[in-house]
């Protein structure tokens, strides 16, 4: 009989949660709601709260809305959004991450000080990405992104660093950037790096390796938008070249089912556990059939 377990560490991180207890609370209330942004880098639950009534909106629609209520998702937003909804008399449901505001600050108090002039300001992180994007706009888009360890080389390494990460990155990643500036610093020059990854997603990769090792096939459930989804998916594979990355039911392979003792189903920080459920209920049935 092949067992199938849900690794218990999976599922939404407190501020993903956060943000999706406000939007039921707000939906209960009636009235138009709108989210700036998909709410969870997953499609599955955005589609949930739609058919709840949450109508998601990019930037350019919030940038002509007027008079209405608008969810700030976990992943935070640069000063100009709050701006333009004091402008156009918008209310503002924040549920912006903790860690992240934290992270806003820090950003935004290193800018401020009167040396800002002279150092550049760094995050690790993914390009585009909404967190990031947040950070950037507390330096009024003077901060230079960084994905990985090849594109610090643009950085001017005669001049002061202060480093920062976006928080849901890998940490081992963060520490080979950290290694390589060192290794380039001019000593007439400052190099600060702060740590500034969530605990909550960098604890999960020891815990999903672990989970993924354990078993013989893996299927880890993500949405194709999720940065921190694909992090954790490469963990994955790194233990158990047999995992691969679904976000639906439709997407299991029944054929990779055959002749496996154990399987795993993991997923992201923004993967909702009733998910996970319904894919290992998915694969019950197709063994059983």
Request: glycine share 6%.
């Amino acid at each position: 009989m092949t067992k199938v377990e849900i690794d218990e560490g999976s599922g939404f991180c407190f501020g993903v949660v956060t943000a999706i207890n406000k939007a039921e609370e707000e939906l209960a209330k009636g009235g138009t709601l709108y989210c700036l942004g998909d709410i969870v880098h997953n499609s599955r639950e955005v589609e949930r709260l739609k058919e709840m009534g949450l109508t998601t909106i990019n930037h350019e629609e919030f940038n002509h809305l007027h008079n209405a209520k608008v969810l700030l998702r976990a992943h935070g937003e640069p000063p100009e959004t709050y701006d333009i909804a004091r402008r156009n008399h918008i209310e503002i449901i924040d549920a912006t991450c903790p860690v992240v505001l934290r992270l806003q600050k820090k950003i935004k108090q290193e800018y401020i000080q009167e040396d800002s002039q002279d150092k550049q300001i760094v995050i690790y992180g993914k390009n585009g990405h909404a967190e990031v994007l947040g950070l950037v706009g507390q330096t009024t888009g003077k901060a230079i992104v960084i994905e990985n360890q090849e594109e610090a080389t643009k950085l001017d390494f005669n001049k002061d660093i202060r480093l920062y990460s976006q928080t849901t990155k890998s940490l081992d990643g963060f520490q080979h950037v950290v290694k390589y500036i060192e290794e380039h610093i001019s000593p007439k020059v400052t190099f600060k790096s702060y740590d500034t990854i969530c605990r909550q997603v960098a604890n999960r990769i020891p815990n999903i390796r672990k989970f993924a090792a354990s078993h013989d096939l893996i299927f880890f459930v993500s949405g194709k938008k999720s940065s921190n989804g694909k992090m954790l998916f490469s963990e994955c594979q790194k233990v158990n070249a047999n995992s691969h990355l679904i976000d639906s039911a439709e997407e299991i392979d029944s054929t990779l089912l055959a002749h496996v003792e154990s399987i795993g189903v993991c997923g992201a920080t923004s993967t909702p556990k009733w998910l996970m459920e319904e894919i290992s209920e998915a694969i019950k049935s197709r063994l059983t059939s």
